[in-house]
């Protein structure tokens, strides 16, 4: 059984905020959400982790609802560069949970 | 440069041959991971290990072994018995601290079974 679940792709327009969301609707009190990019056929590259408030840093911020069954990723203003597949992942402390992503295209 | 390395890029084998992917860390992570990429997927786990000389399975590791004899590397053999070994690899290393697992990923290994 996944653990999240992401849309396949999603289209934003340059310059405009990329809104990524997630649902985790299983995800235990003390499991971690974490978000991933990755480009094609590189490893995938850290952005941001949260357990349950709100988190920003220089690449992302990170909306968390208060349940906790789901969460958004936001890119505020999205570039070409950001153009790869964004993964959404439950950490039990053990190990990541890796859904099939989000395939984010950035439209000039 | 602190990292995570894999080698070699990519790599072809035939058939009923074992194969070992190279992953190297000098982060000083304690755990490390193995993963295996098939087209249009996520990441599915092999094997990780929080500890020298300790490994646990992931979900998928019929068909693959691991060592960790030294904190820095973590070898995965492909063996004969995983019926559909062509795919991408990626490790990855991290420290164990929960809320603080951010883990690093290595470049990849592109295994192609002739």
């Known amino acids: 059984d996944a653990k999240t679940t992401q849309p396949p792709s999603m289209d934003c327009a340059e310059g405009r905020a990329a809104n990524l969301p997630c649902n985790h609707s299983t995800i235990s009190g003390n499991e971690y959400v974490y978000w991933y990019r990755q480009i094609h056929s590189q490893g995938p590259q850290y952005i941001i982790h949260g357990l349950k408030n709100n988190e920003t840093n220089e690449m992302a911020s990170l909306i968390i609802t208060e349940d906790r069954k789901s969460s958004t990723l936001i890119l505020p203003h999205a570039t070409l560069r950001d153009t790869a597949v964004y993964y959404c992942i439950v950490d039990t402390g053990n190990q990541f949970y890796f859904g099939t992503g989000t395939s984010l295209t950035v439209i000039p | 440069d602190g990292g995570i390395t894999q080698s070699p890029k990519y790599l072809f084998r035939k058939e009923g041959q074992n194969v070992t992917l190279s992953c190297e860390q000098n982060l000083n992570h304690d755990a490390m991971y193995w993963y295996r990429q098939d087209p249009g997927q996520g990441l599915r786990l092999i094997y990780y290990s929080q500890i020298v000389n300790d490994f646990q399975k992931g979900d998928i590791a019929e068909g693959y072994s691991v060592s960790r004899e030294k904190k820095e590397s973590f070898p995965l053999t492909v063996t004969s018995a995983q019926k559909n070994p062509t795919a991408f690899y990626l490790c990855?290393?991290?420290?164990?601290?929960?809320?603080?697992?951010?883990?690093?990923f290595g470049p990849g290994t592109r295994l192609t079974v002739l």
């Open positions: 990855a290393s991290s420290y164990r601290d929960l809320g603080r697992n951010e883990q690093f």
